[in-house]
T-cell receptor, first 110, second 114 residues
């Protein structure tokens, strides 16, 4: 079973609020990823990191930012949430082979 | 354009029946193909990973096949159970970095009725 955790699982906030989605893994993986998933659609890569102090933007343009200060921690931040940010956010980590996903954070912006 | 297409989009079967889900891809170069199961409101969980040289791989009641020449894969579920109700996602990786670039299908939503 994968040891990758996301909090919160569900979040409902108002427009303009700042939010941080937490992601932690205890497997010592260097590679971590954030995906966005809307119902019935494919996962889209929004950020990834190949190690501490290394972050890159993914394929899908996103107004979110990420940081990688510790190997096990890869938080995603939205400075000013908007209704268009309503989505499911999935964190994943990898040892270069298998990809392990967290349970996801369902964000709703009113 | 690198794409992964899955069919059918949704499927309803009765408990105990078998079913087959399809995945066609245009990703090139090809490194591996993965099938994931995603329960509603949960993260995807890996079922199988197949490389170019593998034609068939099983994981319990799940059997994946790969035809790299025609760029097609299938996931066969035997003796379905209610817990098989989920979205099944096909993911193809190209050659590149260790993990490669991943291309996701939109998934097939399977519902198993009692």
């Amino acid at each position: 079973e994968a040891d990758i955790y996301q909090t919160p699982r569900y979040l409902v906030i108002g427009t303009g609020k700042k939010i941080t989605l937490e992601c932690s893994q205890t497997m010592g993986h260097d590679k971590m990823y954030w995906y966005q998933q809307d119902p019935g659609m494919e996962l889209h890569l929004i950020h990834y990191s190949y190690g501490v102090n290394s972050t890159e933007k993914g394929d899908l343009s996103s107004e979110s930012t990420v940081s990688r200060i510790r190997t096990e921690h890869f938080p995603l931040t939205l400075e000013s949430a908007r209704p268009s940010h309503t989505s499911q956010y999935l964190c994943a980590s990898s040892d270069g082979g298998e990809l392990f996903f967290g349970e996801g954070s369902r964000l709703t912006v009113l | 354009k690198n794409q992964v297409e899955q069919s059918p989009q949704s499927l309803i079967i009765l408990e105990g029946k078998n079913c087959t889900l399809q995945c066609n891809y245009t990703v090139s170069p090809f490194s591996n193909l993965r099938w994931y199961k995603q329960d509603t409101g949960r993260g995807p969980v890996s079922l199988t990973i197949m490389t170019f040289s593998e034609n068939t791989k099983s994981n319990g009641r799940y059997t994946a096949t790969l035809d790299a020449d025609t760029k097609q894969s299938s996931l066969h579920i035997t003796a379905s159970q209610l817990s098989d109700s989920a979205s099944y996602i096909c993911v193809v990786s190209d050659r590149g970095s260790t993990l490669g670039r991943l291309y996701f299908g939109r998934g097939t939503q399977l519902t198993v009725w009692p």
